[in-house]
């Protein structure tokens, strides 16, 4: 009896109240299933024995069934023919084959076959797509935006006045992305661009800022670009350039005192009035005397020999220049004064 | 067998066996039929537009003596096998001889400078203007490639007169014999004194009132004097030919070498000295400035006459600054390829001399193309034709 109290006492939850002692030993056997757990975490569940099991079969895997979702059919079949396209596409967006109603094909096609359609095209998704500018759209946005606009100044209605009246050009980029960031590093770079001649500049000051510039400056448009982009900030970059070109006018107008060593070898350019062919001319006419000062004004055709060495030199040697010197070379040299001038025939 | 052969080499030498066999010798060969592309006018003093795109041949004893200082030798080869010297009349020779003509000889000299590519014909445009200078009976100055004496002087020395100045003594001799053999005639006919005693050392000197020949003698004999002695007779000339004795015509070749800045002499230190450092240069520079009258100065500018690499064959760049700022103001004259008239005459005058045969309209076609009309290139290309 105490054995059997004990055992009730051990396993309280199967313990049902009865008056009969064997009717109590007969229900604790039967409270015992078959252990049949495989797996240790599953230990605690399962009290009964524990089936051996020689050869263990492996657990069985449990097929992942696919749930099919279902697709909407593209929405191009419900669209009208008058739809507004700026609702449908009204920003930058990724090709989308159901929305765009259009049997666009794009790709290398297959032998025998047309080049892949619209669906699953991922050429069709790497190219940039203009859908969002399409001229309705845009008269749309310019309508939107001309209520902030002022008139156009009359007396800007030609590029000359434009450039007489805004001689400093300010250049520099905003970039606009749809990506998380709004940032390019790319906007700080500002450029200034001023034409040379709008600067009030003299001989000796022009001389300076060229060699200043050295190659920011374009001859043939006569643009000195200066290009700020070393600053993190477009604003920092804007006033640095806008120091540059104050220092640069300001150093170019102060003459220091040793560019007064300046000699012919340093001269930007050719200027006869200095050089040894202004002496040689004069020297030759003043044969047999020796001349007394440059002057070339009694010379005959001595302006047009100066012209002429002038552009050979500053000009660079071509069949031209040279023919040109060789005319006016023809006109100073000394020929019989019966004789009319020389020619080739 | 090669020691026979050897003797029998040895025997031709020996005896002229030309003269003795049958073989056909070369003889002046007597053409009756006048033929088109050549002029008679032999006078270049009267060559004018009329005998363009003629070949006229310069007589053997006035090529003798225009030649004296030499010539190149491709020019000299052409003319032995030619058995004459013929050149064609072109437009710039013809030019530079009216110019020539035209000049006031009284009045500073006139300078024209030859430029053109490489073997355009500025030698050749040159040599026919020195046989004018002959003709007309005037002094020759006449330099035929100032590089040889730059290239590979055979000898050099430090100037006794002048530091950092190097002469060249055997070129200078050279130079002087050539001088004067060229224009003994008209030097002994005109009779000039030297205008001032030149001392050349402590015991030799030249007096004033002395024969100009016996300068140029004591030169030749005394070759450690010689670039001195040129130098003197530059001015000497100069002073002659201001005071009416003489006419004088200098004509350099490839005178843009004497503003080259490298050249192959070398002086104690081993150290490359430029062409300014040479005492001959001082001379002919000095003989072509315009400080004088009575005379003409030709030179050529060439893309050769340097060391350096010459991209163009322009003058102003050739002569470098230095150079033009002491020439100006000269009349450039260009020297151009053939042009077609001019190709066709030559090639004519080819086939006359036997030097190409068989030649189809098209060969000419395609040698026209070949060498773009430029002189060298078509001799070089005719050569084995």
Request: net charge neutral; glycine share 4%; with cysteine.
């Amino acid at each position: 009896m105490s054995l059997v109290a004990r055992l009730c006492e051990r396993h309280s939850v199967y313990l049902i109240p009865s008056i009969n002692n064997l009717t109590v030993v007969r229900s604790v056997t039967k409270a015992r299933i078959p252990n049949t757990a495989t797996s240790k975490t599953d230990k605690g569940k399962h009290y009964g024995f524990r089936i051996l099991e020689l050869i263990p079969k492996p657990p069985e895997k449990q097929q992942r069934i696919v749930k099919k979702i279902q697709a909407l059919p593209p929405r191009m079949n419900q669209m009208a023919v008058d739809q507004d396209w700026t609702s449908v596409w009204p920003g930058q967006r990724t090709f989308h084959p159901a929305t765009v109603p259009l049997p666009v094909r794009q790709g290398y096609p297959k032998k025998n076959e047309a080049p892949p359609s619209k669906y699953g095209n991922a050429e069709l998704m790497k190219i940039p797509n203009f859908l969002h500018l399409t001229p309705p759209t845009i008269k749309r946005h310019c309508e939107a935006l001309k209520k902030f606009c002022t008139k156009w100044p009359e007396e800007l209605d030609t590029d000359t006045s434009y450039d007489k009246h805004f001689p400093l050009e300010v250049i520099y980029s905003n970039y606009c992305y749809s990506g998380p960031s709004i940032r390019e590093p790319m906007a700080r770079i500002v450029s200034f661009r001023v034409k040379l001649s709008n600067l009030t500049l003299d001989q000796h000051a022009k001389d300076k800022i060229l060699r200043l510039v050295g190659e920011r400056y374009d001859p043939e448009s006569d643009l000195l670009t200066i290009v700020a982009d070393r600053c993190p900030i477009r604003k920092q970059n804007y006033e640095y350039a806008e120091y540059l070109l104050t220092a640069l006018y300001h150093e170019s107008w102060r003459k220091e005192e040793w560019e007064n060593e300046k000699t012919l070898a340093d001269m930007e350019y050719y200027d006869w009035d200095l050089e040894q062919s202004r002496k040689n001319l004069v020297t030759v006419y003043a044969w047999p005397e020796i001349p007394q000062d440059y002057d070339y004004e009694n010379i005959p055709n001595a302006t047009e020999y100066k012209i002429a060495v002038s552009d050979l030199v500053n000009n660079g040697e071509d069949d031209f220049s040279v023919n040109k010197y060789k005319e006016a070379v023809k006109k100073i040299m000394f020929w019989k004064p019966d004789g009319d001038k020389p020619n080739e025939k | 067998m090669a020691v026979s052969q050897r003797n029998f080499i040895k025997l031709l030498k020996l005896t002229n066996l030309r003269q003795s066999s049958t073989a056909a010798q070369a003889m002046p060969v007597h053409e009756d039929i006048h033929q088109s592309f050549r002029t008679r006018e032999d006078n270049p003093e009267y060559h004018g537009m009329q005998h363009i795109n003629r070949i006229y041949t310069i007589p053997n004893n006035d090529l003798k003596m225009i030649t004296c200082q030499g010539l190149i030798t491709m020019y000299m080869k052409q003319f032995k096998t030619f058995a004459e010297a013929s050149i064609l009349v072109r437009k710039p020779a013809v030019e530079i001889i009216s110019y020539l003509n035209q000049a006031d000889y009284s009045k500073p000299v006139n300078k024209y400078v030859l430029y053109g590519e490489d073997g355009t014909g500025k030698t050749s445009t040159m040599l026919h203007t020195l046989h004018y200078a002959y003709t007309k009976g005037q002094i020759i100055v006449h330099v035929p490639w100032i590089r040889s004496w730059f290239d590979g002087p055979k000898e050099t020395a430090n100037s006794i007169t002048k530091t950092n100045k190097i002469d060249l003594p055997f070129h200078a001799a050279a130079w002087l014999r050539n001088f004067k053999t060229q224009n003994q005639h008209i030097l002994n006919k005109a009779d000039i004194k030297l205008s001032a005693t030149h001392e050349w050392s402590a015991t030799e000197n030249s007096a004033k009132d002395s024969s100009l020949m016996d300068m140029i003698d004591f030169g030749i004999s005394r070759i450690k004097f010689a670039s001195n002695v040129i130098i003197k007779l530059m001015s000497e000339l100069k002073q002659a030919s201001t005071s009416g004795k003489c006419k004088v015509l200098v004509a350099i070749d490839g005178y843009n070498a004497l503003f080259s800045q490298q050249t192959n002499i070398f002086n104690d230190n081993k150290q490359m000295v430029p062409a300014s450092q040479v005492s001959l240069t001082e001379a002919f520079l000095d003989i072509t400035k315009s400080d004088w009258c009575n005379g003409q100065v030709i030179v050529t500018v060439d893309k050769m006459a340097t060391k350096e690499n010459a991209e163009s064959h322009f003058p102003r760049y050739l002569l470098t600054n230095e150079g033009f700022d002491h020439l100006d103001p000269f009349l450039p004259i260009s020297v151009e390829n053939y042009t077609e008239d001019e190709f066709n005459t030559v090639i004519e005058y080819y086939k006359n001399r036997k030097w190409i045969r068989n030649l189809s309209s098209d060969g000419q076609k395609e040698l026209q193309l070949l060498s773009g009309g430029n002189p060298y290139k078509l001799m070089e290309y005719c050569k084995h034709l």
